[in-house]
């Protein structure tokens, strides 16, 4: 982040400089008051980006509209990939940036805490986020302390590159970034997911690469699991047997050839 430099007027007092600085504070905040029942705004405006590097060029990364969950005192900042708008390479590594020049949305969050005005980052690992979820208390109890969110952090199908080819999972965390680990296989891909008010539970889909050739096509086998925030389980929901004879009906009575 860069530093602003303040030249004050010797007659100016120190009351004048600490509202200055908790006015810089407040500025930092503004962007975002709200609850984020989805996946959290991206702001268009340029000037309240921070840009990577000591010249700012190359690539940048920018500081979003904060997220403040209802339940405990943190604010969350999610970190995003700015296109270099001067043209030329962006300077994304290879790791991040697939033949289509896919980034992504966020590549980390910004935890800070309302009352010490500590921070610190979601975790230390590359990864690609694409939507960060909170939630109330009425929905659920536990899972208002809690942070979700669509993560592809693994290079499931060895290309060596982590893009929007490699599966995504659900991810969670508490509400101060601690504790974050996946939720759903990350060797899965994420379909979508319901959150069963009041029970804390979540309801996954997801789909399996059956063949092992390294894509999630729609022919392909979908599994159904339930998270249950209580217990920190997750459950496959389907037997082996129930999905065979589901898709043995389904053969058989939408696929076979009348007559």
């Known amino acids: 982040m ?27 905040l503004a962007c975002g008051t709200g609850r984020s029942d989805g996946p959290p705004r991206v702001g268009n405006d340029h000037n309240d980006k921070e840009k990577s590097g000591p010249d700012g060029g190359g690539s940048t990364f920018g500081i979003e509209e904060s997220i403040q969950p209802d339940s405990g005192g943190y604010a969350l900042l999610p970190l995003s990939v700015q296109r270099d708008d001067r043209g030329g390479k962006s300077g994304l590594s290879r790791s991040f940036d697939s033949s289509e020049e896919y980034a992504p949305r966020f590549w980390n969050i910004l935890f800070l805490d309302l009352r010490t005005k500590a921070t610190h980052l979601l975790t230390d690992r590359k990864i690609m986020i694409d939507a960060v979820h909170t939630y109330t208390h009425e929905q659920g109890e536990l899972l208002s302390r809690n942070v979700l969110y669509t993560v592809i952090d693994k290079d499931i199908n060895k290309d ?12 969670i965390s508490a509400l101060d970034g601690s504790g974050f680990r996946a939720v759903s ?5 994420l379909l979508g997911w319901e959150v069963v008010n009041g029970d804390d539970a979540i309801v996954i889909r997801t789909r399996v690469d059956t063949d092992a050739d390294g894509a999630y096509e729609a022919h392909e086998e979908i599994r159904l699991h339930v998270f249950d925030l209580a217990s920190g389980r997750l459950e496959a929901v389907v037997t082996k047997e ?13 696929l076979k050839k009348e007559g």
Request: aromatic share 8%.
């Open 242 to 254: 129930l999905q065979m004879k589901m898709n043995a009906l389904f053969t058989e009575q939408w």
């Open 160 to 171: 060596g590159r982590l893009d929007y080819g490699d599966p995504s999972h659900l991810g």
């Open 2 to 28: 860069s530093m602003i430099t303040m030249i004050l007027r010797p007659g100016m007092t120190r009351c004048m400089h600490t509202l200055l600085m908790a006015g810089a504070l407040l500025f930092l």
């Open 185 to 189: 296989p990350v060797d899965e891909d």
